[in-house]
C-alpha cells in the first residue's frame, strides 16, 4: 500500500486474528527417579497435542501410557520445573522431572503472572468422585449453584440435562460424615460430578458475558471465547456398558452445549463410545503419541502406515487401536520385539506429520512470557509501549476474571446449612454416642460407688475425675480424627476452585459452630450419670459437667489440627492418639501418672489434660469437708487392690507415688487438698475453663492457618 492510498483514507490491513482457544501440550517429558538419578523411568517423553473446544477428545493407550500423568500435568497438579523461567512460581507442584508447556489460546495455562487459567473455569473429575454423603443430589447442586450465584432453574436445568431427576432427592451417600451411608449408584455419581462442573461452566459463562462481548466488538479479529476446560480421569471406570455409554455421552453434550474442551482418559470403552468421540489421543508406552486428531480419521490414519492394520468389521475400533500399540512382556523374547518395532514405527510415522509438528511447537506469546532473557521480563508484554506482543493482545482480549464466589458471610451462613444437614442426618449415630457415654458413665459409677468422705475418698475422687477427662478427650479427638480427613478430599476440591469455591474461614468456623454444640451433649450426659453414682459435690456438678463440654471443644480442635497438618488420614489416626498421651502425662497434677519435670513445665501449659482435670478438682474439693471418722467402705477393697498392684514391678513406684501424696492423715476440708496440689482455693474452676477456651481457641487458629495457606 503506497502513500497515496493511505492519504486517500484507505482502512489498514485487519489485525491478525488471535488464536483459538485451544488447549495444548507441547514436548512434554516426565521422568521419575527410583533412590538415585541412576534409576529412572520415564512416563512422558515429548507428548503433544490439542483439545479444541465443543469437542470431546478421547485419551486411549495400554496400561503404563501415561494417560493419568498426562491428566494431572493438564490439570496443574504437576508443574514443570526443570525450566530456568519458571523458578520461583508454583513451588508447591514443582516438579524437577517434568518439562514442557501447557497451553490455552496461545497464553501458558498454569504458569506465567497472568495465566490463563485466571479466566477459563477448569474442572477436574477424579475417577471416584466424593461428595458430601447426608445431602441430596439436589442439595449438593443447589449449594454449587448458590456458591456460583446461580439459583434453582439452573439446578433444575442441569438436573433435567444429565439424567438426574429420579434421584434428585435421594442421599449421596457415601463415608464422609459418622457413618457409612447408601446412596446413588456409580453412574449417577459420576454424573452428579458432571452435573456440578457443568452448573460451574453455565454460571461462570454468566459473570463472564460482559467480556465476552466486548471482545466481539473488536471486528474480525475477535474469537467466540470458549466455555471452561473440563479434565475427565477414567470417568467410566468401574461402571457397567450402559452406565458408562451414559456417561460419555453427558461429556460430549457438555462440551458442544457449553462450548467447553473436554478431555477424558476412557479405559475399554465400547464401540457405541468411540463413535462419540469428536477427537482421540492414543498414547504408547512411554507417554508416546501414536495420533492425535479426529476420531473418525484415525483407522485410515494407520491403514496408511501398514495395509495390515485394518480394523476387522464389527470389531470394536478402540480396542483394535488400544492392542495396535500395546506390548506384550509374556508373549517370549521375539514376540516382545515385533511389538516393539510396531509400536515404533507407529509413532514415528506420527512424529513425521505435518499435524505433529504443529501440536509440537509452542506458541509464540508462550515464549514470550517466559523468558527471564527478554527485555520484558516476567510481564508477557504488559509493558511494552504499543502492547504488540501476541501473548499481551490476548490477555487483553480474553480478560482476566476475578475470583467469583460470595462475600465469606453468605459462604458462612451456607456453609453452616449443609453442616447442619450432615450433622442432623446423623441423629441415631449422636444417640448411639449418648447412649454409650451413659453405659460407660454407669460402668464407672459402679466400680466407685459413693465414695464416702473418708481419707480414702481423696484418692477415689482424683481417680475418678482424672478418668472422666482421658474418657472425654479421648472420644472427642477419635471422632474428629475419623470425621475430618473424610471430608478433605471433598473440601480440597471445592475450595481450589477459582469461581464458586469458598475459603478455609467460612467453611472450618462455621463446622465448629454446628458440631461442637452437639458433640458436648455426649460429656454433659456422661458426667450427669456419674456424678450421682460416685457422690461427687452437688454443689460442684455445674462446673464439672461445663468443664467436660470444654474438654470436648479442646479436644475436638486438638484433632482438627492434627488432623489438618498430617498429609493422610492414616497418619493422622497415628499421631493423635500419641499426641493425647503426651497431654495426659503432661497434665496429671497428682503424679500418679508421671512426674513432670521443672524443664517441661511451660509445656505442660499446651496440654488440655491438665486444664480439664485442673477445672474438675477445683469444681469437685473447692466447700468439700471431709469426715475423718466416716466409714470409707471402699478401703478394704482398695487396700487388696494396692496389694495386687505393688507385686508388680513396673507399677510398684507409680503406686507409692499416689499413695503418699493422696494417703495419709484425712484433710478436714477440700481446699486443704486443693492447697497440697498448689491449686486456687477460690475460682481454680472458672480460671481452668478460661484455659480450656484458649487452647481450643489455640488449636482453632492452628487448623485455620494450616487450611488457608496449605489447603484442605
Not at 471416584?128 to 432453574?153: C, W
Request: net charge positive; charged share 25%; glycine share 12%.
Amino acid at each position: 500500500m503506497d502513500g497515496d492510498e493511505l492519504e486517500a483514507g484507505a482502512p489498514p490491513d485487519p489485525p491478525p486474528a488471535p488464536p483459538e482457544d485451544v488447549l495444548g501440550w507441547h514436548n512434554l517429558r516426565y521422568v521419575i527417579h527410583r533412590g538415585d538419578r541412576r534409576r529412572e523411568r520415564t512416563i512422558l517423553s515429548g507428548t503433544s497435542g490439542i483439545a479444541r473446544p465443543g469437542r470431546l477428545l478421547g485419551v486411549l493407550g495400554p496400561s503404563g501410557s501415561g494417560k493419568t500423568s498426562l491428566m494431572t500435568v493438564l490439570a496443574g497438579k504437576l508443574r514443570p520445573a526443570a525450566d530456568g523461567r519458571r523458578k520461583g512460581r508454583g513451588r508447591r507442584h514443582a516438579t524437577d522431572g517434568l518439562v514442557g508447556d501447557v497451553t490455552f489460546g496461545g497464553e501458558p495455562f498454569h504458569e506465567g503472572p497472568h495465566p490463563a487459567s485466571e479466566r477459563v473455569p477448569l474442572s477436574y473429575i477424579e475417577q471416584d468422585p466424593r461428595f458430601f454423603s447426608n445431602l441430596t443430589v439436589r442439595e449438593t447442586l443447589t449449594l454449587d449453584a448458590n456458591l456460583h450465584g446461580g439459583d434453582a432453574s439452573d439446578v433444575d436445568d442441569v438436573v433435567r440435562r444429565l439424567g438426574l431427576a429420579a434421584c434428585a432427592d435421594t442421599l449421596v451417600g457415601g463415608d464422609t460424615g459418622g457413618k457409612e451411608v447408601r446412596g446413588i449408584s456409580g453412574g449417577e455419581r459420576r454424573r452428579l460430578a458432571i452435573a456440578c462442573e457443568t452448573l460451574s461452566l453455565r454460571c461462570s459463562s454468566r459473570v463472564a458475558a460482559p467480556e465476552k462481548a466486548d471482545a466481539t466488538i473488536g471486528g474480525a479479529g475477535a474469537r467466540k471465547a470458549a466455555g471452561g476446560v473440563i479434565l475427565a480421569d477414567e470417568p467410566t471406570t468401574g461402571l457397567d456398558a450402559h452406565a458408562a455409554d451414559k456417561i460419555v455421552e453427558k461429556l460430549a453434550e457438555t462440551a458442544r452445549e457449553e462450548r467447553a474442551v473436554v478431555v477424558a482418559v476412557l479405559h475399554q470403552p465400547r464401540s457405541a463410545i468411540f463413535q462419540k468421540l469428536d477427537d482421540l489421543l492414543l498414547l504408547a508406552a512411554g507417554g508416546r503419541v501414536a495420533y492425535c486428531g479426529p476420531a473418525s480419521g484415525a483407522l485410515a490414519h494407520f491403514e496408511k502406515i501398514d495395509p495390515s492394520y485394518h480394523c476387522p468389521t464389527h470389531h470394536n475400533p478402540a480396542e483394535f487401536l488400544i492392542d495396535l500399540v500395546a506390548i506384550n512382556c509374556d508373549g517370549g523374547e521375539g514376540a516382545e520385539a515385533a511389538d516393539v518395532a510396531r509400536v515404533d514405527a507407529i509413532c514415528h510415522a506420527w512424529a513425521s506429520t505435518g499435524e505433529c509438528a504443529a501440536h509440537e511447537s509452542v506458541p509464540i506469546g508462550v515464549r514470550s512470557n517466559g523468558g527471564g532473557d527478554s527485555p520484558g521480563g516476567d510481564s508477557p508484554g504488559g509493558d511494552s509501549p504499543g502492547g504488540d506482543s501476541p501473548g499481551a493482545g490476548t490477555v487483553a482480549a480474553g480478560g482476566s476474571l476475578p475470583r467469583q464466589q460470595p462475600g465469606p458471610l453468605r459462604q458462612f451462613a451456607l456453609l453452616a446449612g449443609r453442616a447442619w444437614r450432615q450433622t442432623r442426618r446423623e441423629a441415631w449415630v449422636r444417640v448411639t454416642q449418648l447412649v454409650a457415654s451413659a453405659a460407660l458413665a454407669a460402668a464407672f459409677g459402679v466400680c466407685n460407688f459413693k465414695v464416702g468422705y473418708g481419707p480414702k475418698s481423696v484418692k477415689q475422687r482424683a481417680a475418678v475425675l482424672m478418668q472422666a477427662c482421658i474418657n472425654t478427650s479421648m472420644l472427642a479427638i477419635c471422632r474428629s480424627l475419623n470425621g475430618f480427613p473424610r471430608e478433605r478430599a471433598t473440601v480440597s476440591r471445592e475450595m481450589r476452585r477459582k469461581r464458586g469455591g469458598y475459603t478455609a474461614g467460612p467453611y472450618f468456623f462455621s463446622k465448629l459452630l454446628v458440631e461442637t454444640p452437639v458433640d458436648m451433649i455426649a460429656p454433659v450426659v456422661f458426667g450427669a450419670v456419674v456424678g450421682p453414682m460416685v457422690g461427687l459435690r452437688r454443689e460442684g456438678r455445674g462446673w464439672f459437667l461445663a468443664t467436660l463440654a470444654l474438654q470436648t471443644a479442646a479436644s475436638s480442635t486438638l484433632g482438627t489440627s492434627v488432623g489438618a497438618l498430617s498429609p493422610s488420614a492414616e497418619m493422622a489416626l497415628a499421631i493423635g492418639p500419641c499426641v493425647m498421651v503426651l497431654c495426659i502425662m503432661l497434665g496429671d497434677e497428682t503424679g500418679a501418672f508421671a512426674e513432670v519435670p521443672d524443664g517441661l513445665a511451660p509445656l505442660a501449659n499446651a496440654s488440655l489434660i491438665k486444664w480439664g482435670f485442673r477445672g474438675c478438682l477445683c469444681s469437685e474439693f473447692e466447700g468439700l469437708k471431709f469426715d475423718p471418722l466416716g466409714d470409707d467402705r471402699a478401703k478394704k477393697d482398695a487396700a487388696k487392690t494396692a496389694a495386687k498392684t505393688a507385686a508388680k514391678t513396673a507399677k510398684a513406684a507409680i503406686v507409692a507415688r499416689a499413695k503418699k501424696k493422696m494417703d495419709g492423715p484425712c484433710p478436714r476440708t477440700g481446699e486443704d487438698v486443693l492447697e497440697d496440689m498448689g491449686l486456687p482455693l477460690r475460682g481454680g474452676a472458672a480460671r481452668a475453663a478460661k484455659a480450656q477456651c484458649v487452647v481450643a481457641l489455640a488449636n482453632a487458629a492452628l487448623t485455620y492457618l494450616v487450611l488457608r495457606f496449605r489447603g484442605a
